[in-house]
């Protein structure tokens, strides 16, 4: 049990040693309490908002958005993805596309989309699935490409057919890289529902953070990115978990912070 404490601490140390430097920030008035609260006063806002449901109500309503969004992304992804790796007509459509698209900032795209869409959820949900499309179907592409040939050679002499080679090595071979781009993706979808947000919503966790500074409630809005953080925190924890139990050979061997 201690070598297993002392594991815990060596690994998140910075975490506590972050909020001890806030609160000293805040408590000696190095920094202005308006614009840095003590994370006491952040706590009491959190379970103020708690309280009275507003930030259970827009955090669903962020969730909702960044989830579809992502999950549109990850289906249309790894089908490209896969596509693309395998057939050199389909990498000959979409492979100029992602050259070109993939530097640009999607967000830059957000007034076409709000007219398009409109300043509903659907205009934020797209450009969330298009933020998060391209790391997605790179990373299934590359790791498609990336299967060692040896194994697929294997699988074809023992009299594998090409459906079972797909689905038993070249898959599997690939499901490294896939579950790389999916947590590349995954705090995407969260900075993009997050800043949309903010322009012309009455709804999200970015409506939120973005009226409780306008109203000078720091301390609410600290509330708000909290519960960005603890969101985005979960919520990679379940993908590595997921990633350890899919990928059982290799587990933890790829994912930074799986252990």
Sequence with gaps: MP?????IAARWYSVPLVLAIWEVLARTGAVSKRLMPSLVEIAAAVVAALEN???????????????????????AGVLLGVGMARSRLFDALF?????FGYPVPKIALYPVFIFVFGLGSLSKIMLIFLECLYPITVNAFYGMRGVDRVHVWAAENMGATPRQVFWRVLLPGAAPSIFAGLRVALPISLIVVIITEMIGESRGLGYYISYASASFEYATAFAGVAAVAIIGFTLDRLLVWLRNRVIFWERGAAFIGAQ
């Design 53 to 75: 449901g507003d930030l259970l109500f827009h955090a669903g309503i962020s969730l909702g958005r960044a989830a579809t969004g992502y999950g549109l992304a990850i289906v």
């Design 95 to 99: 492979e100029p596309l992602f050259s």
């Design 3 to 7: 070598n297993a404490l002392l594991r």
